[in-house]
């Protein structure tokens, strides 16, 4: 096992990462991802709204969230509200549902400017990921654990591996940003 390949599971993490951040851009089309991180206060503690009801997708631009439990229906409300997701909220008795409004061509393009940071601060931490690993394979040259031979091999393959991370963010990306100016 070389000293890259220890290090390639921190990269698939970071693009995991990646696409989990990229999920909660909202575009025009209803996600369940998009509240993924909105918590809820149940039952004297506050936990993901994944756990308290099923949610689903009826239509391209609305999600229905029905509690398992009905007598947290107004805590589930109030939950959506303090989260400001921007999108439409109508306590339904029974279920909520939330309604996605139609993005106009100013929201779209600060959207893209949004996606643009994080697939950014993406790439950072790929740089920071290939630098310490060159880090730790000067090292060993420098201890004589490795010759100067595979020194040159790790570092190419190294640079050929962020180049694929790399590719991969700019692919994400690009997918993202086609959903995001979609209308």
């Given at each position: 096992m070389s000293i890259i390949d220890d290090h390639k599971q921190e990269l698939d993490k970071t693009i995991e990462f990646i696409k989990g951040e990229l999920n909660s851009i909202r575009t025009g089309r209803a996600n369940a991802n998009m509240?993924?991180?909105?918590m809820v206060e149940a039952y004297g503690s506050k936990v993901p709204i994944m756990q308290v009801g099923s949610i689903s997708?009826?239509?391209?631009?609305?999600?229905?969230?029905?509690?398992w439990d009905k007598s947290i229906l107004k805590d589930l409300e109030r939950s959506l509200r303090e989260a400001n997701l921007g999108l439409g909220i109508v306590n339904e008795g029974t279920s909520i549902r939330l309604t996605v409004p139609l993005m106009t061509e100013e929201n779209r393009k600060e959207l893209v400017k949004i996606l643009g940071q994080k697939l950014e601060h993406g790439k950072q931490s790929?740089?920071?990921i290939r630098d310490r690993i060159r880090e730790t394979v000067l090292a060993e040259e420098k201890e004589k654990k490795i010759s100067e031979d595979e020194r040159?091999?790790?570092?190419?393959?190294?640079?050929e591996m962020t180049g694929e991370f790399n590719e991969?963010?700019?692919?994400?990306?690009?997918?993202k940003e086609k959903e995001i100016m979609q209308i």
């Open positions: 509240l993924e991180k909105v997708v009826p239509e391209p631009r609305s999600i229905v969230i029905d509690p790929v740089r920071k040159f091999k790790l570092l190419k393959q190294l640079d991969k963010i700019k692919k994400i990306g690009e997918e």
